[in-house]
Nanobody
Framework: VQLVQSGGGLVQPGGSLRLSCVAS????????MSWYRQAPGKVRELVSS????????NIADAVKGRFTISRDNAKNTVYLQMNSLKPEDSAMYYC?????WGQGTQVTVSS
């Protein structure tokens, strides 16, 4: 199993970023996929999940209305669109499928 992330970086408050996670080594179209994040000194927290066909999603209250999870099963890819970013969104973001994590992508929101 491989989860290869891209996107992220440094953005000003109010800006947007899109994270991508390309999966391989398992039947992606059957898997619920998730994004987690972890800020320094804090526990890793669930940001959002999406069901195998994308018909159901959940999103953490802290990012509701600003972040959107989506997937393209033809490309084995899950996305996290992040809008109206705030400094408190700064963290390492991880793609997740049960028992496996992506390599992590740093998101820094700062002026």
């Amino acid at each position: 199993v491989q989860l290869v992330q891209s996107g992220g970086g440094l953005v000003q408050p109010g800006g947007s970023l899109r994270l991508s996670c390309v999966a391989s080594g398992f039947p992606f179209r059957l898997a619920t996929m998730s994004w987690y994040r972890q800020a320094p000194g804090k526990v890793r927290e669930l940001v959002s999940s999406i069901s195998s066909l994308g018909e159901s999603t959940n999103i953490a209250d802290a990012v509701k209305g600003r972040f959107t999870i989506s997937r393209d099963n033809a490309k084995n890819t899950v996305y996290l669109q992040m809008n109206s970013l705030k400094p408190e969104d700064s963290a390492m973001y991880y793609c997740y499928v049960p028992d496996y994590w992506g390599q992590g992508t740093q998101v820094t929101v700062s002026s």
